[in-house]
Every structure is written in structure tokens, then in C-alpha cells.
């Protein structure tokens, strides 16, 4: 009767027997020549543990810039998001989901029409969409970012 403390594998795969004689993967064993990784009593956590320093510091990948790009919010997303008379900051537009992070700044720029008159404070406008705002009546005010100040000591 077969249960399944009773099933066995059909066929299992061996591990290589190294370093059991000279015909056996030849005569370092597959372990390269000297080292600490050569010796015996090097494996399971101790290997991982015997990595050269350079591997274990942190690499830095690219840069961070010191100017960071302004959020970009287009026309055709504010015709569809706000209604006519409007005003438009830019922690509403956080709020309504159209921008992630208004910290770095926010910038209006012209892809779409604009079909609504809006009241904008954003930190930054193309002049095509200050064109188009301006046609349709509407305003706009540039507010200065404000520049952290570096600590003293």
C-alpha cells in the first residue's frame, strides 16, 4: 500500500565526491589554489562570511541632485480635475492625487487645452500654458520656493 510517509524519490542525483584522489576533479579539489576559501573548515555560514571588505561596503549608484526636477502637471489634467472659478494650489493638487510631492515645486506646462477659468499658485508655468490660462480668464501667481537653510554651528 503506498501513503505518503511510504512514496521515495524515483531517482536521486549524487554530489560530485571531491578531493578523494587525483581522478577526482583534479588536484585542488574545485576549490581554486590558496586561500581561506582553500582550506578545510571553510563552508555554510563561515563562507559566507570570508567576502572581501570591498564587496560588503555600500556602492553609491549614480547621484542626488542638489536642484531636484519640479512636479509637471499639464493642462488637459487640470481642465478634467477642477471646475470653472477654481483655485489650484499645490497642496491640492497633492490632495487630489495629480502630484506625489509638491516639496520639490510645481510646474504648469502646456500639453492639452484648457477650456475652464482657473486661479493657479504654482512655483513654476510654460508659456504656453500661461497663454492658454490667461485666455480663458483665468490667473496665475508664481510662489518662491523656499530654500532650507543650512545648520550653523
Not at 11 to 17: A, P, Q, V, W
Request: without cysteine.
Amino acid at each position: 500500500m503506498i501513503t505518503l510517509h511510504t512514496l521515495k524519490p524515483t531517482s536521486t542525483k549524487h554530489t560530485k565526491r571531491l578531493g578523494r584522489g587525483n581522478a577526482s576533479r583534479g588536484n585542488y579539489s574545485g576549490r581554486g589554489m590558496k586561500g581561506q576559501k582553500a582550506r578545510s573548515g571553510v563552508g555554510g555560514l563561515k563562507q559566507r562570511a570570508v567576502k572581501s571588505w570591498l564587496m560588503k561596503i555600500p556602492k553609491n549608484r549614480g547621484f542626488k541632485s542638489l536642484n531636484p526636477a519640479k512636479e509637471q502637471v499639464n493642462l488637459k489634467q487640470l481642465d478634467m480635475q477642477f471646475e470653472n472659478g477654481a483655485t489650484v494650489t499645490p497642496f491640492i493638487l497633492q490632495r487630489v492625487g495629480l502630484i506625489y510631492n509638491y516639496k520639490n515645486g510645481v510646474k504648469i506646462i502646456a500639453t492639452g487645452t484648457l477650456t475652464k477659468k482657473l486661479n493657479i499658485k504654482v512655483h513654476g508655468v510654460s508659456a504656453g500654458a500661461r497663454a492658454a490660462i490667461e485666455k480663458n480668464g483665468g490667473s496665475i501667481e508664481l510662489m518662491v520656493k523656499e530654500v532650507p537653510k543650512k545648520k550653523t554651528k
